[in-house]
């Protein structure tokens, strides 16, 4: 079914980045990672591929990785990578960028070591960045704008691991008052699903009134979180 924006309707004028129109009229995106058969038997790690929906399941976006077969066999998750976002007409509206780090989620060596997603809207325009935090025991981001102005606080379950049935949360706190605006969530998706592959279902939360732009980057904190903590060879 193919979506249509209310501010359209109404004449609404837009002024951000093109094809990020839709997401001034959601609160809410889940986030579907889709796995092949081959990787599932094997254990060869390919490019992930992810669906992003509303809450009605409905297609907004696809998100696909970018990156070369040595990288993802050797670096695993703490590979460096570009993921494009397309529309449903085939059009790329974010681009996100996250480079390699050496380790992530244990070790915290130097400042190198902390992991970061860049992203842009459209491709070559950077309208925000998310930024790992050193901490032994809660997962804990900054997330900023295109000026580098830090908006989001963003910090997770002290054991960051989708275990017993749990979701897992990394709430998003607003810089200025501290308050909690929106969730990172990781869903359960049953046993069998959480042991034998790492094929994840996310959903990130966000107040509707929040500027596009800094919607698409809470979105690209959440495909950081993924790979940081979820994104496992098994």
């Excluded at 997401?23 to 790690?45: A, C, H, N, R």
């Excluded at 070790?107 to 325009?125: F, T, V, W």
């Excluded at 830090?150 to 275990?163: R, S």
């Excluded at 929040?210 to 993924?226: C, E, P, R, T």
Aim: proline residues 3%; glycine residues 8%.
């Amino acid at each position: 079914m193919e979506l249509e924006s209310h501010h359209a309707q109404r004449g609404f004028q837009y002024t951000g980045p093109p094809g990020l129109e839709y997401l001034s009229e959601l609160d809410q995106l889940l986030v579907q990672q889709q796995k092949e058969m081959l990787e599932i038997f094997t254990g060869w790690e390919s490019q992930n591929k992810y669906k992003i929906v509303n809450t009605m399941g409905q297609l907004v976006y696809f998100a696909t990785e970018d990156s070369d077969l040595c990288t993802r066999q050797c670096c695993g998750n703490l590979r460096g990578f570009n993921m494009p976002v397309i529309d449903t007409v085939g059009q790329e509206v974010m681009l996100f960028e996250r480079p390699f780090s050496c380790t992530s989620a244990g070790c915290y060596c130097c400042y190198s070591c902390l992991q970061e997603m860049k992203i842009y809207a459209p491709r070559g325009q950077l309208i925000g960045s998310v930024h790992e935090h050193f901490d032994f025991c809660t997962p804990t981001y900054s997330v900023f704008d295109a000026m580098e102005q830090e908006v989001f606080k963003i910090t997770g379950d002290t054991c960051a691991i989708a275990c017993c049935g749990n979701d897992v949360n990394f709430m998003v706190l607003s810089s200025a008052t501290g308050e909690t605006v929106g969730r990172i969530q990781k869903q359960w998706t049953g046993m069998v699903r959480e042991v034998f592959t790492d094929a994840d279902n996310f959903s990130v939360t966000f107040p509707m009134e929040l500027d596009v732009k800094m919607k698409g980057v809470l979105l690209g904190a959440l495909f950081l979180i993924d790979f940081v903590y979820f994104e496992r060879n098994n």
